[in-house]
């Protein structure tokens, strides 16, 4: 082999392998940091107790039960919607109907669209529009209670934004469920609703169940939608209405790195807070990546 | 008689069997069945309407811009209505048509006055919302958000399209077996995260290399907008990459080429779609994330050459302000007014991306 033709094959070599190095240990060094920052601060009272001293001490216990109600709300709205959505798009439309090109298209478009914008989704239709509105009705607008950021409006809005996700692996698992059961229980004599309910969805729980973990992943780990739709810097007690507000895991991330008043004294606080959102996102992550191969394995070995 | 008509199709069915038995051979009516179908359809409906209802509420709040006294101009400029709806092109064409719209009849019309020159103030080059006299230049923003997407990108893509490149031609199965759960750790950083760790540790790092005055700037922030559009272009360009079929390879291969010069000569150029796709999907994201531009960019409203300035982007702007934003102002709209801009931006992206994806893609491998 001529020695220019060698000397090119190594030096593209060595430059792939070069980002990739960097990649690693970019990522490394992420992790590094945020651990080694965090884990001094991080303990069981810091994980249980609220901010004290004008938020210069003590733990984020209401910001983690904050993170808690709004990825719960969000699943109970958005991973039926999401799964029925899936359901539809696999076993009801037909592949390249009109409908099913339609709702496709807006899930892809759902998926690209920024999360602030979803914000100003929230903000414009849930709380100016359909909270006032209620408002309106209740009372006259003469009490302003749904007509405001709150809990209710920030889980719908994060719902709404991690659909797309539910959707996707819901259809995956589903494609995955072989063509032969679904046969066999027609052959049997059952409908297609019948066959739905007690063979496909049984068999695709998982991928129903990855869908949902994703969801609360990102939605436990996206700040932009709530900025203004919800999310509170402090708030002396834990949220007991569905119009309250909360506090949140990233935004008390955000709060105390950018607007706090003691910004070098909280940096503790801060770094410890990261790393349960950290090690909260990434549970969550590898569960789903686990389900997500098990469904895999199973498509490769039917 | 409503009970009959209610019940119709039963009774059709238990007379026609009396009758003839070819009805009974066709499909049976099932009222469980007729409602699972019709609620699983109406459902999946939502997120179509979901998406419809983000483009009617984010125009319906950004439209006050153009109409500042609302009453009046409501009813007036009822035929205008189509083209504010603002993307710049239509912004600028909007400009122009009130403009000499203006020189007809200066005397008179306050409202279309008020609007030109507010059509004048988002074209400027000075973002002042809080102020006497408020200033809604989006051009620096416009810029910002550009200039920290551009970073990224000129950081992101060669790593990312060079990692992936690795990983399918070169990489030994352990190396393989690094990358990509890397990768997905990457992909599931919180860009919070992200904006966090460049904030406090990546923007010192950097000052102490580079020296430069400012300690968040925009390139700080681009470098970590990089570790958040990384994982999407990679791995969009690694499935691409793995779509080449692989008889391509082994032509390759059997005309005596290497590896190196099949990876560049031949799966590159046939992955191109879906590598272009995934850059555009890149810098959609990169666009429009909103947490690391607003920790680690400085949030100056600059529209300097310098890469080591502060800059503000459009989502950071709507992020810092909504919260401060009175309903119904005027700020308020020039904020959904970005929102739609961004909207529309990236929903350009997605579709061109989906296209390069879908279509050229398939046709591609089909033999054209």
Known sequence: MPLKKKIIGYSVYSLSAFSVFIIISAVAVLMWTIITGGYHTLSWQFITSAPKDGMTSGGIFPAIIGTFLLVLIMSIAGVPIGTITAIYLCEYAKPNSVISRLIRFAVNTLAGVPAIVFGLFGLGFFVQFIGSGADKVISGGAVLKWGQPNLLWASLTMAFMTLPVVIISVEEALKAVPREYREASFALGATKWETIRKVVLPNSINGVLTGAILAVSRGAGEVAPILFVGAAYFLPSLPHSLSDQFMELGYHIFVMSTQSTNVEATRGIQYATTLVLLILTFTLNFTAIFLRYKIRRKNSVL | ????????????????????????????????????????????????????????????????????????????????????????????????????????????????????????????????????????????????????????????????????????????????????????????????????????????????????????????????????????????????????????????????????????????????????????????????????????????????????????????????????????????????LIGVILFIFTFLLNALAEVFIRQKLIKKFRGY
């Open chain 2, 1 to 336: 008689m409503d009970n009959n008509l209610a019940n119709d199709p039963e009774n059709d069915l238990s007379s026609g069997h009396q009758k003839s038995k070819i009805i009974t051979l066709g499909k049976k009516f099932r009222l469980s069945e007729f409602l699972a179908e019709k609620t699983i359809s109406s459902v999946a409906f939502i997120s179509f309407a979901v998406m419809i209802l983000i483009f009617v509420f984010i125009f319906k709040e950004a439209f006050p811009v153009f109409f500042p006294s609302q009453n009046k101009a409501a009813s007036n400029n009822i035929e205008l209505k189509q083209e504010t709806y603002g993307d710049d092109e239509s912004v600028a064409q909007q400009q122009k048509k009130v403009e000499t719209n203006e020189l007809q009849n200066q005397k008179n019309e306050t409202p279309s006055e008020k609007r030109s020159a507010i059509i004048k103030n988002l074209k400027g080059r000075e973002w002042q919302p809080v102020s006497d006299e408020p200033k809604y230049g989006l051009t620096p923003l416009i810029y910002g958000s550009l200039k920290v997407s551009l970073i990224a990108m000129a950081l992101g893509i060669p790593l990312a399209l060079l990692a992936a490149i690795f990983t399918s031609v070169f990489a030994p199965k352990w190396a393989k077996e690094l990358l990509k759960p890397a990768i997905e750790i990457l992909a599931g950083i919180p860009s919070v995260v992200i904006g966090f760790f460049a904030m406090i540790v990546l923007a010192t790092f950097m000052q102490n290399i580079f020296g430069f005055q400012y300690r968040l700037n925009a390139f700080v922030g681009g470098v970590a907008m990089a570790f958040a559009i990384i994982p999407v272009i990679y791995t969009v360009t690694e499935d691409s990459l793995d779509a080449v079929p692989k008889s391509f390879k082994e032509a390759s291969f059997a005309l005596g080429a290497t590896k190196w010069e099949t990876a560049l000569f031949v799966v590159l150029p046939a992955a191109t779609p879906g590598i272009f796709a995934a850059i555009l999907l890149g810098f959609g994201r990169a666009f429009g994330e909103t947490m690391i531009v607003l920790m680690a960019t400085g949030n100056a409203a600059l529209t300097s050459l310098n890469i080591f300035e502060p800059v503000r982007s459009m989502t950071a702007t709507i992020g810092a302000e909504m919260g401060e934003a009175v309903f119904g102002d005027a700020h308020y709209s020039v904020l959904f």
